[in-house]
């Protein structure tokens, strides 16, 4: 494990090196580079209080990884949860355990906020992430089938 990585919530001063990773994680699922659409997204995402983002950072403050949480509702349940939409470690920093503890941070801030159940969507290829995700204890939902319609 990485101890001299520190993990914390993220405030509207970071958001220059934390463009550049959410900019990486896109660039991942095959999207063109666009790092000032990146930061004008996560800007407004902090502004309007629209998601909680935690940065991973190295001893010099150099943003190495992060996941951004998503507030919404279980109408069934009647409770909140949160939505894990985005988990992304810089690839130079991979193999260190901060995608582990990222994933913990969300955890923790989900169950100090009141949520009772985090949710996330990975592509069926990504056999690491799914790794990673059933050993914190996700379970694959084999219940229902998601649906989505561009627009």
């Given at each position: 494990?990485?101890?001299?990585?520190?993990?914390?919530?993220?405030v509207p001063g970071e958001l220059s090196g934390l463009a550049y990773l959410f900019d990486g994680y896109r660039q991942f699922y095959g999207m063109e580079s666009d790092l000032a659409g990146a930061q004008?997204?996560?800007?407004e995402r902090m502004r309007r209080g629209d998601s909680v983002i935690l940065v991973a950072k190295e001893q010099e403050g150099l943003a190495v990884g992060f996941?951004?949480?998503?507030?919404?509702?279980?109408?069934v349940r009647m409770a909140p949860i949160f939505i894990l939409n985005?988990?992304?470690?810089d690839q130079d920093w991979r193999g260190r355990g901060i995608g582990e503890r990222l994933m913990e941070a969300a955890r923790r801030?989900?169950?100090?906020?009141?949520?009772?159940?985090?949710?996330?969507?990975?592509e069926k290829t990504n056999e690491r992430a799914q790794r990673l995700y059933e050993k914190l204890g996700y379970s694959r939902d084999r219940t229902f089938y998601h649906y989505a319609l561009d627009l």
């Open positions: 494990m990485q101890t001299g990585v520190q993990i914390k919530i993220a004008v997204f996560l800007s996941v951004q949480l998503y507030p919404l509702f279980s109408s985005d988990l992304y470690v801030h989900a169950v100090q906020s009141g949520n009772i159940a985090l949710e996330l969507a990975t």
